[in-house]
Structure formats: C-alpha cells, structure tokens
C-alpha cells in the first residue's frame, strides 16, 4: 500500500477499506508518512467527504493509537459529557457534580482553552489549589470514591488526533464533519466512559456556524457511537451568544456555583437539564424525560448537587469555602460599565459570542498559543442577552479588567459586539434539537 494511492483514491471521491485507514493511522504514528502526504489526503477528505463506516473506522483506529482507559472497575455505568466548544460555556462544571449527585460516576476528562473559546481546566483553576493533573490511577480511584472526578486530558490519549489537529489547524482542514467527528468520538473512546453524552454548539461563537451543519456533525458523532458500540446522545445547542451571563475564570466559576445552589441564569440551567436528563434516560435511570428533569431540579434545589461541587473541589485540592467565599478567586482591579446607548426602550438583538471573546482575550482571559499565561479574574458579565429590554443609558454589561486601558479596550470591542433594535426581539432557544437517545 502507498499513501499517494490513498490521496489518490480519496480525491477522486472514492472510500476506503477499514485496512487502508488503519494505514493511515499506523504511517502517522511510526512517522512512515510524512505530514506533507497527511496533509494532502486532510485536504481530499476535507472535498470529498467519508462515508460512516469510514469515519468510525478513522475514529477507532485514532482512539487506539494511545492508551484506552479501562474504567470498568467503577461501575457499569460511568458518564462523560463534550461539547464543541463555546464562548462561557462553564457547563461540565454544573453537569458533572449535578450527573453524580443524580447516581451516575462521571469521569470528565477536560482541555485547556485556545483561541477563542475557553477549557474547564482553566476555570477550574481559578479555585485556589485545584488541581485537574490526575494520574489516571487516582482520576480513577477519585470516581469510585466520590463518584466523581475532573481531570486533564493527557497525550497518551488518541495521540494521533494531536498530530492530525495541529496539522489541520495550519492546513485549512478544521471545518471537516467526518474529521470533526473522529477527532471528538477518538478522545471519548479511548476516555473509557460508556454514556457519552454530547453537547454541539452552533451560532457565531461556534466551530459549526449553522444549525444543519451542527445537526451533522451530531449525527454523525451518535452514529459512530453506535458503531463502535459506545452509546452516545446528543444536543445541537445556541452558540449565537454566550451561554450564560458570565464570560472569564473567575466570573464563570461564580456562575457555575449560582448555577448549583439553584439559581443562575436560565439558558445556562436549561442546558444542563436538556443534557442531564439524557444522560439519566439513555442510562436507564430514570423512565422519561419529565421524570429525570424533576431528579435534577431537586439535587440543584436541595443542595446535593452543591454538596457533591463541594467535594470534588475538595478531592481535588481546591479551598471548598470558594462556595461561600468567591472572593478567593483572583478578583480584577477596575470594573466599568458599558451602558446602551441613547434613551428609551431597545432590545438586544444580537450579541456576537466571538467577539466578546475577543474583548475578554484582549484583557488577557485567553492564550494564542499552547502553554501562555492566562488571567483568571478578567472578563464581561452581561447584564441582558438577546431578546431582553434595556433602557438607553442603562448598563448592559460589565467589564471587569485588570487596568483602566484595557477595560476601556474591552468595551469598545463589546460595543462591536452588540446591535439593538427599537422593536421586541425573539429570546433565542437554547436546545436546538436532540438526537439520539
Ligand atoms: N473539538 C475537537 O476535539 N476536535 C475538533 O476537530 C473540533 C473540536
């Protein structure tokens, strides 16, 4: 077999057999093919497409070119939650705690953001002392002890997705479904959990534009699982704006905590039943999607699922008085107001979620490269999101930054972010669609 037959046979439209993408995987790993050749078969797929079998056999063959974490001692069922990424999506820190406090183990494993959007590890770390560097004999131990466990994604997982995600980035290959797919389903293969749930934004501040689009992929990733006989659910969720208020560390792990103690905003809220109760359905857990929902609303209502928050932040060397004392989280120095313009009575009616992204990187909340610095106190907590009446002059968002410069920076770069309209706008919906379970 020669790789330049396979970009051949790919750019010409035509599938692979399973042994010709193991080929593939096999080359790339033992360094017999070279990135040039890798890159121009990204490229073929990138135009041509693969067909399912030919994506679940990339994903298999990607989830085993590393370790394949053996999670079985925990339990039949054990949870993992993804999402595609989005702009103060501090979901899996309500949706973990929340899952466990509701009977299913979940063992997360998170990255760190790049680019525009943000990573649950680093939120996390905003918590003095938290600490997401598990081995996996103590991720696993800390599941089986506290039901439970957030740890950071480490390179012996699907190795070969790093190789071929770095080469994508720089070869304009990102925007593929099947690549997209396999990248994603490998890592949560090779993860060891058995009930994936997945979370596929779509909107401005997300890697899927549309909503057809963000259907796709979600398609795809939940027919993958089935073939690899992992069973995967999913929900094509907004991205148009940020989820919730908050955007930045310190800000987002505030939220997520007002979020557990039965409060917080209710887009945010509505996400983490929309996925939980899939989870518990697609477990068995519970019988329907009514019955489920009213599971999650009491463990956030009764403060189990705070409680549970409490003690994975504790199990994972974090100060658990952050519950009552946000204030230990890096806090910024300078906090200004964006107001609406004018005077009377507008509605937002659009809020870009990349943008705002920008203006918190500006202020330092984001890295353009592997292993930057971050600041975790600096972010935007908005005051109202698309659809909600604002009164010209009224404060529509609050930047929180570290100098008087930057915040001045920030807003101007919100004001780009923000449009108005004198007439009532619709209020988006969260869930976009559900498929799956
Ligand atoms: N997230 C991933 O893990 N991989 C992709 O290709 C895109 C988003």
Redesign the pocket.
Not at 89 to 100: H, I, N, Q, R, Y
Not at 130 to 153: N, S, Y
Not at 240 to 247: S, T, W
Not at 301 to 327: C, H, M, T, W, Y
């Given at each position: 077999m020669a790789m330049v037959d396979l970009i051949l046979q790919k750019r010409a439209g035509k599938a692979h057999a399973k042994e010709e993408i193991d080929f593939i995987i096999k080359g790339l790993m033992d360094g017999s093919i070279e990135d040039y050749q890798l890159a121009a078969w990204l490229m073929a797929v990138c135009w041509q497409g693969m067909t399912l079998d030919e994506t679940a056999w990339l994903t298999d063959a990607m989830a085993r070119s590393g370790d394949l974490l053996d999670l079985s001692a925990i339990g039949p069922i054990v949870g993992d939650k993804h999402s595609?990424?989005g702009v103060g999506d501090k979901t899996t820190l309500v949706f973990v705690p929340m899952l466990s406090a509701a009977g299913i183990p979940m063992a997360k494993l998170s990255g760190r953001g790049l680019g525009h959007t943000g990573g649950t590890i680093d939120k996390l770390e905003a918590i003095p002392g938290f600490r997401c560097d598990l081995t996996i004999e103590q991720f696993i131990k800390q599941v089986k002890e506290i039901g439970q466990a957030i740890g950071g994604q480490t390179k012996e997982l699907a190795p070969a997705d790093g190789k071929i995600?770095a080469l994508r980035d720089v070869t304009g290959t990102?925007e593929s479904i099947p690549?997209?797919a396999a990248?994603?389903m490998s890592?949560k293969i090779a993860s060891g959990a058995n009930l994936i749930v997945l979370d596929v934004k779509c909107g401005s501040g997300a890697?899927m534009e549309t909503e057809e689009r963000a259907a796709q992929l979600a398609a795809t990733m939940v027919e993958v699982g089935k073939r690899l006989k992992r069973p995967v659910s999913a929900v094509v969720t907004d991205m148009e704006q940020p989820l919730g208020n908050a955007v930045g560390h310190t800000l987002e792990v505030m939220e997520a905590i007002e979020t557990l103690s039965g409060r917080g905003p209710s887009d945010l809220k509505e996400l983490c039943l929309s996925l939980g109760s899939l989870a518990l359905v697609t477990a068995g857990l519970t019988e329907d999607d009514a019955c489920a929902r009213r599971t999650l609303t009491e463990v956030l209502a009764n403060g189990q699922a705070l409680s549970k928050f409490r003690d994975l932040v504790a199990a994972q060397g974090g100060d658990p008085s952050v519950i009552e004392r946000p204030e230990i989280m890096p806090q910024s120095k300078f906090k200004i107001d964006v107001k609406a313009p004018g005077t009377g009575d507008k509605w937002i009616k659009n809020l870009n979620g990349r943008l705002i992204a920008e203006a918190c990187k500006l202020m330092g909340a984001g890295r353009e490269k592997k292993g930057d610095p971050i600041n975790m106190a600096v972010g935007i907590v908005l005051k109202g999101k698309i659809g909600s009446r604002i009164e010209g002059g009224q404060p529509v968002a609050t930047i929180h930054a570290d100098s008087e410069k930057d915040a001045v920076v920030a807003a101007s770069k919100f004001n780009q972010a923000i449009l108005y309209s004198d007439t009532p706008q619709a209020v988006p919906k969260v869930i976009r669609a559900r498929i799956g379970a």
């Amino acid at each position: 077999m020669a790789m330049v037959d396979l970009i051949l046979q790919k750019r010409a439209g035509k599938a692979h057999a399973k042994e010709e993408i193991d080929f593939i995987i096999k080359g790339l790993m033992d360094g017999s093919i070279e990135d040039y050749q890798l890159a121009a078969w990204l490229m073929a797929v990138c135009w041509q497409g693969m067909t399912l079998d030919e994506t679940a056999w990339l994903t298999d063959a990607m989830a085993r070119s590393g370790d394949l974490l053996d999670l079985s001692a925990i339990g039949p069922i054990v949870g993992d939650k993804h999402s595609t990424g989005g702009v103060g999506d501090k979901t899996t820190l309500v949706f973990v705690p929340m899952l466990s406090a509701a009977g299913i183990p979940m063992a997360k494993l998170s990255g760190r953001g790049l680019g525009h959007t943000g990573g649950t590890i680093d939120k996390l770390e905003a918590i003095p002392g938290f600490r997401c560097d598990l081995t996996i004999e103590q991720f696993i131990k800390q599941v089986k002890e506290i039901g439970q466990a957030i740890g950071g994604q480490t390179k012996e997982l699907a190795p070969a997705d790093g190789k071929i995600y770095a080469l994508r980035d720089v070869t304009g290959t990102v925007e593929s479904i099947p690549l997209i797919a396999a990248s994603v389903m490998s890592k949560k293969i090779a993860s060891g959990a058995n009930l994936i749930v997945l979370d596929v934004k779509c909107g401005s501040g997300a890697i899927m534009e549309t909503e057809e689009r963000a259907a796709q992929l979600a398609a795809t990733m939940v027919e993958v699982g089935k073939r690899l006989k992992r069973p995967v659910s999913a929900v094509v969720t907004d991205m148009e704006q940020p989820l919730g208020n908050a955007v930045g560390h310190t800000l987002e792990v505030m939220e997520a905590i007002e979020t557990l103690s039965g409060r917080g905003p209710s887009d945010l809220k509505e996400l983490c039943l929309s996925l939980g109760s899939l989870a518990l359905v697609t477990a068995g857990l519970t019988e329907d999607d009514a019955c489920a929902r009213r599971t999650l609303t009491e463990v956030l209502a009764n403060g189990q699922a705070l409680s549970k928050f409490r003690d994975l932040v504790a199990a994972q060397g974090g100060d658990p008085s952050v519950i009552e004392r946000p204030e230990i989280m890096p806090q910024s120095k300078f906090k200004i107001d964006v107001k609406a313009p004018g005077t009377g009575d507008k509605w937002i009616k659009n809020l870009n979620g990349r943008l705002i992204a920008e203006a918190c990187k500006l202020m330092g909340a984001g890295r353009e490269k592997k292993g930057d610095p971050i600041n975790m106190a600096v972010g935007i907590v908005l005051k109202g999101k698309i659809g909600s009446r604002i009164e010209g002059g009224q404060p529509v968002a609050t930047i929180h930054a570290d100098s008087e410069k930057d915040a001045v920076v920030a807003a101007s770069k919100f004001n780009q972010a923000i449009l108005y309209s004198d007439t009532p706008q619709a209020v988006p919906k969260v869930i976009r669609a559900r498929i799956g379970a």
